[in-house]
């Protein structure tokens, strides 16, 4: 795979909540890349994304 055809670069917008319960958190979050990998990658321009679920407990 040729590794030119990507950017070196993603800006992006991220976003999440966090809960606090009886000393337990819970939290969830995602990103969203808006900078295209590729603009040339099979016809498509594919962007990032990522999701993120977070849990624990506060001393």
Known sequence: MNTKKF???DMGIE???DLLVNHFMIGV???FG???LSNNLMNKKP???GG???FGYQF
Request: proline residues 6%.
């Open 52 to 54: 993120y679920l977070m």
């Open 15 to 17: 976003a999440g909540v």
């Open 34 to 36: 808006l900078t295209p």
């Open 47 to 49: 962007k990032n994304i």
């Open 7 to 9: 950017r070196r670069l």
């Open 29 to 31: 979050e995602i990103a």
